[in-house]
């Protein structure tokens, strides 16, 4: 989250893209909380829910539709894991997701770094 927070500070999430952030556990959430990681993901236009291994197993968030895209930086997938069996599901970097998400398409991250 740090690393997507530092990316999309002062910047927006593509307006038709959906942001959705996950904390790992409460004890992630309220640190990054502590550290402003929140304020900052959510004024870029992240939606934030509860922390959770959600998205990334179906659960939380509603599943991908067929023919949509996701890309997530969790640790795996497999067909229908996250969705319809013609989603297409991405595996990237935390800042890969987070230029992707700014751009509106998977982006190389290369150029928002320092």
């Not at 999309?8 to 909380?33: G, M, W």
């Not at 595996?91 to 290369?110: F, M, Q």
Request: charged residues 20%; contains cysteine.
């Amino acid at each position: 989250m740090q690393v997507a927070a530092s990316i999309l500070k002062n910047r927006k999430v593509n307006d038709r893209v959906e942001f959705i952030v996950t904390p790992a556990s409460r004890k992630v959430y309220l640190e990054a909380i502590q550290k402003g990681i929140i304020a900052t993901l959510a004024e870029a236009g992240a939606i934030i829910i509860h922390p959770a291994c959600g998205l990334c197993s179906g659960i939380n968030g509603g599943l991908v539709a067929d023919n949509d895209t996701l890309i997530s930086s969790n640790n795996r997938n497999f067909l229908g894991r996250m969705g319809g069996l013609n989603a297409k599901v991405i595996l990237a970097s935390p800042a890969s997701v987070a230029v992707s998400a700014i751009e509106g398409k998977v982006t190389d991250p290369r150029k928002y770094l320092d």
